[in-house]
């Protein structure tokens, strides 16, 4: 057929239009194809090579989650919303087990490919640096908790006979969800967890609504509004009594427990109340819009500090124990290491707490805990391994817990009470929400009490034994 002027000038004008469409907002420029690389499968943390991934910076995750006790199979969708860092033929998500049946990236179909717990991911077009984009991904299976732990044991997403009990330090939120699995990359999260009638579903933040029940199931939605590392998201399910409110101070309360623990209830609702408020005076204003603690059926041997709904696994607790994981709202959840070698900022410091609670209380002295742990032969195991570097080996040893606490007591012997409470409140202040290392506290320490510190510092968290006093 032949074609007019007229008829050849509208299709050069339809070609030159299309050569001239930019590319969609995720999508990269042809020039920047070409220098395009793939996120590295590790986030680049040198203790743990293989946790969290490279290349992008997740804002948000939304987990819709399907959990059946008695199959122990979990369905899910998660959304994530994140960002490139660099311009991306290709990504890594964590996630361990499971089958994937779909993957898509800003709505359109990707590839993907399994290899250990990387879920590689390769959108249909490069990404470019500094775009948002959306990751859906669906899947299926029995989770499959982490259970080679030299120090924990079992964790992450454990089945219980009425539930699940969900504790995920250091890297057990990729037997849940996939996502970028290392403390370094915060998000908020949005919950949507639907299980059998009767049983209830509990995760982190606040309930954005009444749960709904429909077809002999029930569906709870959650949000945590706040930045919260992956280890500290919880989708804890099972029958629980429940007792909410607010504390004194006015933050919301919630406190939930198993009934096999139903004497509990009140004191752990009472104590989270009290000790929730005066760490608000200790260590600056709650940084978020809830409080409790859950008691599950599960003999874990450990609590967590899952954040805003601290988990304690087949106990009860007492005012000690919930003292140091509601320190950690503070001290691991509003400020989060950014490195594993840093954990003392998270253990020593609730280990601290936990004898400033005795000492408000009038129980005992932190001089007092100081003092018995410093009596200690000089060839215990906490004088051997330097807590200012804990080993991914024995990432939990007491030393970073004790040893990191008698590090505080110096401090505070060497700059004074005032000086030493004032700085507590203002590293939670200046890092509230954010990613700290020991270099920063070591120096606002010494900005604050305008002294040469590097001694004192060095001797407590990094020499391989017993500081001289």
């Excluded at 949507?192 to 995760?203: D, F, N, Q, S």
């Excluded at 933040?205 to 029940?213: A, I, S």
């Excluded at 936990?354 to 410093?374: N, Q, V």
């Excluded at 700290?436 to 010494?446: P, S």
Aim: glycine share 10%.
């Amino acid at each position: 057929m032949r074609s007019t002027k007229r008829q050849a000038a509208v299709l050069l004008a339809t070609l030159m239009g299309a050569l001239a469409c930019g590319p969609s907002d995720g999508a990269a420029r042809p020039a920047e194809r070409l220098s395009a690389q793939a996120g590295a499968p590790g986030i680049g943390d040198a203790d743990f090579p293989l946790d969290g991934n490279g290349g992008y910076d997740v804002s948000h995750y939304a987990l819709k989650l399907g959990y059946t006790p008695a199959g122990r199979r979990l369905d899910g969708v998660a959304t994530i919303q994140a960002t490139a860092k660099q311009s991306l033929t290709r990504f890594n998500l964590d996630l361990k087990g499971f089958k994937v049946s779909e993957v898509s990236v800003d709505g359109a179909a990707a590839t993907f490919s399994r290899a250990g717990h990387e879920l590689t991911v390769a959108p249909a077009a490069p990404l470019r640096q500094g775009s948002a984009f959306t990751v859906k991904v669906a899947y299926a299976g029995v989770p499959q908790p982490v259970v080679d732990s030299s120090n924990l044991g079992r964790y992450g997403f454990i089945p219980t006979p009425d539930g699940a009990f969900v504790a995920c330090e250091p890297n057990g939120a990729r037997t849940w969800f996939p996502g970028n699995d290392h403390p370094a990359d915060k998000a908020t999260f949005d919950f949507e967890i639907t299980v059998p009638k009767g049983v209830t579903a509990l995760a982190n933040g606040e309930l954005t609504g009444k749960p709904r029940t429909s077809g002999g199931k029930t569906t709870f939605t959650w949000r945590e509004a706040h930045p919260m590392t992956t280890y500290l998201a919880t989708a804890t399910v099972g029958k629980f009594q429940l007792r909410q409110g607010t504390t004194p101070g006015g933050i919301r309360n919630l406190a939930a427990v198993d009934p096999k623990f139903a004497g509990s209830l009140d004191k752990l609702y009472k104590l989270s109340a009290e000790i929730t408020d005066h760490w608000g005076t200790v260590f600056g204003r709650y940084p978020f819009s809830s409080t409790g603690g859950v008691v599950d059926d599960f003999s874990a041997g450990y609590a967590l500090e899952n954040q805003t709904k601290p988990l304690y696994g087949g106990f009860e607790p007492g005012a000690d124990i919930i003292a140091h994981e509601l320190a950690h709202q503070w001290f691991g959840n509003s400020l989060s290491i950014k490195r594993w070698k840093d954990l003392w900022l998270n253990e020593g410091f609730a280990t601290y707490a936990e004898w400033l609670w005795a000492e408000h209380k009038g129980t005992g002295t932190a001089d007092a805990s100081f003092k018995s742990f410093y009596e200690r032969p000089a060839n215990d195991s906490i004088w051997a391994y330097p807590p200012g570097r804990a080993r991914a080996d024995d990432l939990f040893n007491e030393s970073v817990y004790s040893r990191g606490a008698m590090t505080l007591h110096a401090l505070r012997g060497a700059i004074g009470d005032e000086t030493f409470f004032e700085l507590l409140k203002t590293w939670t202040s200046e890092h509230q929400y954010g990613s700290v290392t020991t270099e920063q506290f070591v120096a606002l320490a010494e900005r604050m009490s305008g002294k040469q510190l590097d001694a004192l510092f060095d001797a407590w968290l990094f020499q391989p034994k017993r500081p001289t006093l």
